[in-house]
Structure formats: C-alpha cells, structure tokens
C-alpha cells in the first residue's frame, strides 16, 4: 500500500498520519447522534471485539471450575499465569515477527523511520529494549496481572464482592460489558497522571518511557508498582455487580490490549490494498512528547485537562506553549526559594 496517500514522511523518515485525531463520540459536547453512530465501530473493531472473544473464550474453556477456584492452591494460580503468558508470547510474539523482525511492510506507516532493535541504548539492560522489555514483561507484569485474576476468582467463587449472574441482572450487565473499554481508560488516566508528578515518575514511570519509540515488547516494559496500579482497575468488580467473565474480558483490555498503543504501525496491512487501523497514534505520541495524551481520547479527559494532543500543527504549537509556560514556571519557583 502506498501510506502516502494517508499520512506525510519527513526528512528522517517519520511518518505520521494526514487527519488529526478525534476523541471519543459518546461524550462529544454538544452530542451529535452522527458522530457517535461514526465512531462506534472503531471503538469495538477491532481490538474489543477480539478481547471480548478472549474473555468468553477464557471463561468456558479455559478456567479452573469453581470448586477448584474456592480453595486457594499454587497448581491453578500457576495455570493461570502459564495460560496468561502463553497469551501475550502469541499476540505480542506474531504483532513482532511481523512487524519487527520479518517487517513484512518494511516502514510503510511507521511513525518512528527507526526499528529499536538496530539502536542499542544503555537506558535498557543488556543495551537492548526488546531484552529489558521481555524481562520486565514476564518478570512481573505478567506474575501481577494474574495475581489480580487468581485471587478476583478466588472471591468469586467464595461469593466475597457483589458478584451477580445473566439470569439476574442481564441489562446492567449488558451495559457493564460494553463501557468496559472506557472504564479502563479512564482508571488509566488517573494513575498514569499520578505517576508523571516528577518523583514517581523518576522511580517508576521512567522505566516505562525508556522506550520512546515503542514496539509490541514495550507495551507492559513497565516498573512493578506501575504494574500493580495498572492491573488495579480490576477491582472495580468487587464494588459494582459484576460476572467473571466481564472480569476477564477486563483483564484482557488492560492486559493484552495493552500492546494496542505501542504497536508503532498506524494500519496493519493484510491482504492487497487494504489494511486495519491500529489506533496506536494517540499513545504513540505521549511516547514521543510525555506529558500529552495520558489516554487514549475515547474518554476526553485530555481534553478537558489540556493535555490532549491530535498530531496537528495547530496541537504540536499548543503543546510547546504549555510547556514553555510550565518552564517559566519552575524558573519561578527556584528563583523564589533561598538558596540553602
Ligand atoms: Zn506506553
Ligand atoms: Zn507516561
């Protein structure tokens, strides 16, 4: 595909897509029943549709019965980890191969000209972000997450929470499911903000944006407190009535859909002439500029903080304003403290 008719390159090779970003249709002020009907289809197609099937999937066939869940016990927990590694070894190990170590569409629609795995840098253990990103991944994203999952089962199945069934509460369980997305990026928002103010950022956050210019292995590089913060909107089904499998349809949105925004491709190609929409841009450009996009634009709290940054010129002047601003800022401040 030529990804010249949909996006510019510049001198050093970075491409970035034509149109700006648009945030999210349900909470457009005034709403328009126009572009919420627009936007409907990209917020399910086609990550959620596909962690939606993840959690069904996972639910049937692939969880211990309850029996086994009520009784704490090292063999299940061990199974869940083993089922939830596998999982992320397949998407984020094929999205790699593809895109990274076979680069089946070379650079078409990169927004990074670069492939990381060609730049050794000493900010990554042995010199290399993949091998820094695979530890950190498997060290402890993947042990936190399903720590998360085995002991929200293990309430489950000893009733410990507000947990309900279909038969029961089939409307608000309808509705629980499909804002599952946005409950996620809004709880993302939170802690992500809380972790840029400068000391967690020094100590955590940091480690997560030693890859500025990410690929699938970046997705969960992250510091275990992070770790335990991102995983900790799961715990939202222990306060609002909720089902197992809403629960682990969660997990997947936060734990395998975290690999949607470090994809560093804005479309994947498939078959001739046509491709699929990553929706990687907006977090892609947080990597590249850190204090803008601490979401994705699905909820507009971005917006409505200030930080929101489309990929326009227009954005890309508002954002070195602020920062100019935040700069006098602290000069301010500095000026005003006595000196010790
Ligand atoms: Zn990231
Ligand atoms: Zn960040």
Redesign the pocket.
């Known amino acids: 595909m030529d990804d010249t008719l949909y996006g510019t390159r510049d001198k050093r090779g970075n491409w970035h897509p034509n149109n700006p970003l648009e945030t999210g249709g349900l909470f457009r002020w005034p709403f328009s029943l126009r572009a919420f009907i627009a936007w409907l289809p990209g917020y399910f197609l086609p990550h959620n549709v596909i962690f939606m099937a993840f959690g069904i999937g996972f639910w049937f066939w692939l969880t211990p019965s309850r029996e086994t869940l009520e009784t704490l016990s090292w063999g299940w927990a061990l199974y869940i980890l083993v089922r939830n590694a596998l999982t992320v070894v397949v998407i984020y190990g094929a999205l790699e191969l593809w895109l990274y170590v076979r680069r089946v569409q070379n650079d078409r629609f990169k927004y990074n000209g670069k492939f990381p795995g060609e730049h050794p840098s000493e900010v990554f253990l042995f010199k290399s972000q993949n091998r820094d990103n695979i530890l950190r991944t498997f060290g402890t994203g993947l042990p936190i997450w399903s720590a998360y999952e085995v002991l929200m089962l293990h309430a489950w199945a000893n009733d410990f929470g507000l947990w309900t069934t279909f038969g029961d509460n089939p409307v608000w369980l309808a509705v629980f499911w499909l804002v599952i997305p946005l409950v996620h990026e809004a709880h993302f928002f939170c802690i992500?903000r809380l972790i840029?103010t400068p000391w967690l950022y020094k100590h955590v956050?940091s480690v997560?944006?030693n890859s500025i210019n990410p690929s699938p292995w970046s997705s969960l590089s992250m510091h275990p407190v992070e770790h335990l913060l991102y995983w900790s909107d799961s715990l939202i089904h222990l306060i609002l009535p909720s089902h197992p499998v809403l629960l682990l349809y969660h997990l997947h949105v936060t734990g395998t859909g975290a690999v949607v925004g470090h994809i560093g491709f804005d479309k994947i190609e498939t078959v001739e002439g046509k491709a699929v929409d990553t929706h990687a841009y907006a977090h892609y450009l947080?990597h590249k500029y850190?204090e803008v996009n601490y979401g994705d634009g699905a909820v507009p709290l971005d917006k409505l903080f200030g930080t929101w940054h489309d990929g326009s010129n227009e954005a890309d002047e508002a954002m070195k304003v602020r920062f100019r601003a935040k700069k006098e800022r602290v000069k301010a401040r500095k000026a005003a403290t006595p000196a010790q």
Request: charged content about 0%.
């Open positions: 992500h840029h956050h997560h944006h947080h850190f």
